[in-house]
């Protein structure tokens, strides 16, 4: 590894710097996950309402 | 210029637009994200007062920044909207309010794992933290505004002028530090002339930044794609589209 | 006018509406929306009597004074101008140093002693490596020093 020596320790304030990070990562997660289910979520319901027409049409 | 625009204006373009941009807003995030958060975190120097625990710069500088990004872009696109009467604004700023409010609480909670440490507190009722909170609380108002109404419409009018009106928050969240005393130092970044940091420490924040932009840009076109097809599901193209 | 002309004024002026009435808001309430008062401002006496409240200056150099064994400390904040000696008992922030910024809340004793039962560190928008800090005060220009408070 190329860490410095105490990288995790980050100086004393790990417990800081680290739960920071972490946030910010999952925000940047909770992004992408909740934007492909948006994205989804509207593919279903426009298959739905095709499948209304067509019913309708029937 | 102006036909540019009005195509863009066509939900059938902008589908498609976004489709485009979104891989290479998403690549180049990936690309700057990784490399500022490996250079920031393992080899920028600490700084001489603060250490390391300056480093929380690089996610919480980023995630303020996208904060009023997203409160401005949810404005503008309202205001397209209600003004021109351009109905993909709505669609934009519907995309655009919940990634700007999730950015807003990651720059609350980041700066209070900052403060902690530095400061000598979490929170205080300080000009900065406040305005970013009320700025929260707008987030959640323009959404939720947009679904208390029966009529789609309606609530789409309601809550971009709700989003306008709001915006007067924007300028006071970014000047605070300097209309008023504050806890919160000024920006660092962000003035003219030179930045207050040396090359070393300051590449990775710009990478960051970038690459936080780019991560929005990415997140706007996937989530501008949703509502564009929940809005325009009853049109043939929509339907052509989804059944190819 | 079309009608869009007039939705364009009509939002302009909902906009301009509003950013005038918080103008006013935060004009008139100038002083309590600031986190903290300065030592001129305690000179002056334009200090909130009979309530606690936030003093801001810079630590001056030389006059933090603590006796072992004793969680007492007392120091002197300065804003160039003036100067008002503090008291405080407790445990400090990390940045607590000669020459930084920092934030005391409290209430100024009969003596003109502010008593804190809290001290905040306000650390300054530049950010520099250890070495380069070093170098500088080597080099006489005065790196430690934290930029000056705001006026108030």
Sequence with gaps: MILRSGFWAMGGYARFVWPSIGFALAILAWNVWSARRHHARALVRVRRAIQMARSEES | MWKWFHRLASPPHLYRTAAAFAPWFAFAAALLIGYGLVDGLVFAPPDYQQGDAFRIIYVHAPSAWLSLFGYTTMAVAGAIALIWRIKVGYAVAAAAAPVGASFTLSALVTGSLWGRPMWGTYWAWDPRLTSELILLFLYFGVISLRKAFEDPNRGDRASALLGIVGFVNVPIVHFSVYWWNSLHQGGTVMRLGKPEMPGSMLWPLLAMLAGFMCFFGAVLCVRVRGEILSRERQSTWVREVVSA | ?152
């Excluded at chain 3, 808001?25 to 100038?30: D, L």
């Excluded at chain 3, 005060?137 to 000056?148: D, R, T, Y």
Aim: charged share 20%.
């Design chain 3, 1 to 152: 006018m079309t009608p869009r002309r007039k939705r364009l004024w009509v939002v302009l002026g909902i906009l301009a509406g509003v950013s005038a009435s918080v103008a006013l808001a935060v004009v008139a309430g100038r002083q309590d929306i600031s986190f903290y008062y300065v030592p001129t401002q305690v000179a002056l006496g334009k200090e909130p009597r009979d309530k606690d409240f936030r003093i801001g200056g810079l630590v001056m150099k030389g006059s933090v004074q603590r006796k072992p064994g004793d969680m007492t400390v007392h120091f002197v904040l300065t804003d160039y101008a003036h100067q008002v000696p503090v008291q405080y008992t407790g445990v400090l922030p990390d940045l607590f140093r000669e020459g930084q910024g920092i934030i005391a809340h409290g209430q100024l004793g009969p003596n003109g002693v502010f008593i804190a039962d809290e001290v905040l560190a306000k650390h300054d928008s530049k950010y520099m490596p250890p070495e380069i800090a070093a170098s500088l005060k080597k080099n006489g220009a005065n790196a430690a020093a934290a930029a000056p408070m705001p006026k108030g």
